[in-house]
Protein backbone atom coordinates (compact mmCIF):
# COMPACT_ATOMS: atom_id res chain seq x y z
CA UNK A 1 0.00 0.00 0.00
CA UNK A 2 2.61 2.59 0.87
CA UNK A 3 4.46 1.82 -2.75
CA UNK A 4 1.31 2.96 -4.34
CA UNK A 5 0.88 5.98 -2.41
CA UNK A 6 4.99 6.55 -3.47
CA UNK A 7 4.01 5.62 -6.82
CA UNK A 8 0.72 7.91 -6.72
CA UNK A 9 2.36 10.87 -5.33
CA UNK A 10 5.68 10.38 -7.40
CA UNK A 11 3.09 10.60 -10.72
CA UNK A 12 1.37 13.66 -9.23
CA UNK A 13 4.39 15.54 -8.71
CA UNK A 14 6.04 14.60 -12.41
CA UNK A 15 2.84 15.76 -14.01
CA UNK A 16 2.43 19.04 -12.06
CA UNK A 17 6.13 20.19 -12.09
CA UNK A 18 6.58 23.94 -13.45
CA UNK A 19 9.44 24.80 -15.11
CA UNK A 20 11.22 28.12 -14.91
CA UNK A 21 11.26 30.66 -17.77
CA UNK A 22 13.89 30.51 -20.72
CA UNK A 23 17.35 31.51 -20.41
CA UNK A 24 18.53 34.04 -22.20
CA UNK A 25 20.05 32.51 -26.04
CA UNK A 26 23.56 31.14 -25.94
CA UNK A 27 26.51 32.91 -28.09
CA UNK A 28 26.64 32.34 -32.23
CA UNK A 29 28.70 29.03 -33.12
CA UNK A 30 31.07 29.23 -35.61
CA UNK A 31 30.09 28.54 -39.25
CA UNK A 32 29.93 25.36 -41.24
CA UNK A 33 32.00 24.98 -44.43
CA UNK A 34 30.38 24.60 -47.42
CA UNK A 35 29.55 21.55 -48.90
CA UNK A 36 30.63 20.10 -52.55
CA UNK A 37 28.88 20.88 -55.85
CA UNK A 38 26.61 18.38 -56.94
CA UNK A 39 27.07 16.84 -61.03
CA UNK A 40 24.92 19.05 -63.17
CA UNK A 41 22.24 17.44 -65.01
CA UNK A 42 22.24 16.42 -68.78
CA UNK A 43 20.25 18.15 -71.26
CA UNK A 44 17.75 16.19 -73.05
CA UNK A 45 17.01 16.77 -76.92
CA UNK A 46 14.53 19.03 -78.45
CA UNK A 47 13.36 20.97 -75.49
CA UNK A 48 12.71 18.18 -73.02
CA UNK A 49 14.51 17.99 -69.71
CA UNK A 50 16.56 14.87 -68.50
CA UNK A 51 17.69 11.83 -70.45
CA UNK A 52 15.74 11.37 -73.57
CA UNK A 53 12.60 8.81 -72.88
CA UNK A 54 12.68 10.12 -68.94
CA UNK A 55 10.13 13.08 -67.30
CA UNK A 56 6.81 14.01 -68.43
CA UNK A 57 6.44 17.18 -70.53
CA UNK A 58 2.87 18.88 -70.35
CA UNK A 59 1.10 21.67 -72.06
CA UNK A 60 -2.58 23.26 -71.52
CA UNK A 61 -4.51 25.27 -73.75
CA UNK A 62 -5.70 28.76 -73.51
CA UNK A 63 -9.54 28.89 -72.91
CA UNK A 64 -11.05 27.52 -76.12
CA UNK A 65 -14.93 28.91 -76.27
CA UNK A 66 -17.56 27.19 -78.47
CA UNK A 67 -20.26 29.84 -78.84
CA UNK A 68 -23.99 28.40 -79.56
CA UNK A 69 -23.58 28.87 -83.60
CA UNK A 70 -20.43 26.92 -83.78
CA UNK A 71 -22.17 23.44 -82.58
CA UNK A 72 -23.09 21.24 -85.72
CA UNK A 73 -25.52 18.60 -85.59
CA UNK A 74 -25.12 14.81 -86.96
CA UNK A 75 -28.02 13.48 -88.77
CA UNK A 76 -31.22 14.98 -88.38
CA UNK A 77 -32.94 17.05 -85.79
CA UNK A 78 -34.40 14.94 -83.13
CA UNK A 79 -33.62 11.86 -84.72
CA UNK A 80 -32.26 8.75 -82.47
CA UNK A 81 -28.30 8.69 -81.79
CA UNK A 82 -28.27 12.70 -83.05
CA UNK A 83 -25.82 15.20 -81.82
CA UNK A 84 -23.72 18.16 -82.00
CA UNK A 85 -20.42 18.71 -82.22
CA UNK A 86 -17.16 20.81 -83.29
CA UNK A 87 -13.61 20.60 -84.23
CA UNK A 88 -11.16 22.98 -83.31
CA UNK A 89 -7.67 23.01 -84.26
CA UNK A 90 -4.96 22.44 -81.70
CA UNK A 91 -1.50 22.52 -83.37
CA UNK A 92 0.13 21.54 -79.52
CA UNK A 93 -1.29 18.13 -80.80
CA UNK A 94 1.86 15.88 -82.12
CA UNK A 95 2.17 12.76 -83.65
CA UNK A 96 4.43 12.29 -80.22
CA UNK A 97 1.92 13.43 -77.71
CA UNK A 98 -0.53 11.03 -79.46
CA UNK A 99 2.11 7.55 -79.44
CA UNK A 100 3.16 8.16 -75.99
CA UNK A 101 0.87 10.69 -74.03
CA UNK A 102 -2.62 11.14 -72.79
CA UNK A 103 -4.82 14.10 -73.60
CA UNK A 104 -7.48 15.09 -71.09
CA UNK A 105 -10.28 17.85 -71.23
CA UNK A 106 -11.81 20.19 -69.03
CA UNK A 107 -15.31 21.86 -69.47
CA UNK A 108 -16.08 25.24 -67.29
CA UNK A 109 -19.37 24.90 -65.64
CA UNK A 110 -20.95 28.83 -65.19
CA UNK A 111 -19.73 29.77 -61.67
CA UNK A 112 -16.20 29.05 -63.17
CA UNK A 113 -15.70 25.28 -62.14
CA UNK A 114 -13.62 23.21 -64.07
CA UNK A 115 -14.92 19.18 -64.47
CA UNK A 116 -13.14 16.23 -66.25
CA UNK A 117 -14.94 15.26 -69.36
CA UNK A 118 -16.77 13.11 -69.81
CA UNK A 119 -19.44 15.68 -68.43
CA UNK A 120 -22.41 14.99 -67.83
CA UNK A 121 -25.11 17.85 -66.64
CA UNK A 122 -28.74 16.76 -65.49
CA UNK A 123 -31.10 19.44 -66.23
CA UNK A 124 -35.09 19.87 -66.41
CA UNK A 125 -37.19 22.30 -66.86
CA UNK A 126 -41.25 22.94 -66.69
CA UNK A 127 -43.02 22.19 -69.51
CA UNK A 128 -46.28 24.47 -71.52
CA UNK A 129 -48.62 21.97 -69.58
CA UNK A 130 -46.72 22.25 -66.33
CA UNK A 131 -44.71 18.95 -66.44
CA UNK A 132 -41.50 18.15 -65.27
CA UNK A 133 -39.06 18.11 -68.17
CA UNK A 134 -36.13 16.25 -67.66
CA UNK A 135 -32.62 15.52 -69.05
CA UNK A 136 -29.24 15.12 -69.28
CA UNK A 137 -26.38 17.23 -71.63
CA UNK A 138 -23.15 14.81 -72.00
CA UNK A 139 -20.04 16.75 -72.74
CA UNK A 140 -17.08 14.57 -74.38
CA UNK A 141 -14.58 14.66 -76.41
CA UNK A 142 -11.65 13.63 -78.96
CA UNK A 143 -8.92 14.26 -80.98
CA UNK A 144 -6.22 13.07 -83.75
CA UNK A 145 -3.38 14.01 -85.45
CA UNK A 146 -4.02 15.08 -89.04
CA UNK A 147 -0.19 16.07 -90.31
CA UNK A 148 2.93 17.78 -89.22
CA UNK A 149 1.16 20.76 -88.42
CA UNK A 150 -0.67 19.26 -85.46
CA UNK A 151 -3.91 17.87 -84.51
CA UNK A 152 -7.45 18.42 -83.67
CA UNK A 153 -9.67 18.23 -80.83
CA UNK A 154 -13.55 17.05 -81.34
CA UNK A 155 -15.90 18.25 -78.73
CA UNK A 156 -19.50 16.49 -78.63
CA UNK A 157 -22.52 17.25 -76.50
CA UNK A 158 -25.53 14.61 -76.17
CA UNK A 159 -29.23 14.99 -75.33
CA UNK A 160 -29.89 12.12 -73.26
CA UNK A 161 -33.23 12.72 -75.15
CA UNK A 162 -32.26 13.25 -78.69
CA UNK A 163 -33.99 16.11 -78.68
CA UNK A 164 -31.76 18.17 -81.04
CA UNK A 165 -34.57 20.64 -82.23
CA UNK A 166 -33.09 22.56 -79.45
CA UNK A 167 -29.86 23.96 -80.08
CA UNK A 168 -27.15 24.64 -77.67
CA UNK A 169 -28.00 27.63 -75.13
CA UNK A 170 -24.98 28.82 -74.01
CA UNK A 171 -21.32 29.44 -74.55
CA UNK A 172 -19.17 26.90 -73.04
CA UNK A 173 -15.42 26.95 -72.57
CA UNK A 174 -13.08 24.38 -72.86
CA UNK A 175 -9.46 23.29 -71.67
CA UNK A 176 -7.16 20.44 -73.35
CA UNK A 177 -3.78 19.39 -71.23
CA UNK A 178 -1.64 16.69 -72.65
CA UNK A 179 0.77 14.80 -71.03
CA UNK A 180 3.83 12.64 -72.57
CA UNK A 181 7.44 11.85 -72.61
Not at 8 to 19: D, G, M, P, V
Not at 113 to 118: A, V
Request: proline letters at 5%; a negative charge.
Amino acid sequence: MKKLIFLFAAATLALTSCEGPMGPPGPQGMPGQNGQDGQDGRDGQNGQNGRDGEGTNWFKTNPITIRTRDWQLDGNAGDLNSYYYCKVRVPQLTQHIYNTGSVVAYIENLDGKKNGMPFVYHRGDVGKNGEDILWTETYDFDFYVEDSTGGWVTFYLTYSDFNTQVNPEEDKTFYIVAFWQ
